[in-house]
């Protein structure tokens, strides 16, 4: 399975960007999926996730009303919209592809990873 995560950049505090992740796994319909962050010096962390068919989503709460996680199993692929950013919104974020439908915040739910996009917010 690959997780081919894009879209992240240099940004100021404000602004916005799109995160996407593309799925090789033919199961992707069937999976939950999931996007994390890791800032520089910290542990890896929740930060959004949906469920197999998009009716149910987590979000961290330092994150909630900012970004929108959404879902297109017919090209395999899930989205993270990040506005109103803050400089603590930079580090690199993963997709993460579930083992099974239902959203989790937990990361041991998640079968498959992505190599990561770095996201960084200028103050």
């Known amino acids: 399975v690959q997780l081919q995560a894009s879209g992240g950049g240099l940004v100021q505090t404000g602004g916005s960007l799109r995160l996407s992740c593309a799925s090789s796994?033919?199961?992707?319909?069937?999976?939950?999926m999931g996007w994390f962050r890791q800032a520089p010096g910290k542990e890896r962390e929740f930060v959004a996730a949906?469920?197999?068919?998009?009716?149910?989503?987590y979000y961290a709460d330092s994150v909630k009303g900012r970004f929108t996680i959404s879902r297109d199993n017919a090209k395999n692929a899930v989205y993270l919209q990040m506005n109103s950013l803050k400089p603590e919104d930079t580090g690199v974020y993963f997709c993460?592809?579930?083992?099974?439908?239902?959203?989790?915040?937990?990361?041991?739910?998640?079968?498959?990873w992505g190599q990561g996009t770095l996201v960084t917010v200028s103050s």
């Open positions: 796994e033919r199961t992707f319909s069937s999976s939950a």
């Open positions: 993460a592809q579930g083992r099974y439908g239902s959203a989790s915040t937990k990361e041991d739910a998640y079968a498959y």
């Open positions: 949906i469920s197999w068919g998009g009716g149910t989503t």
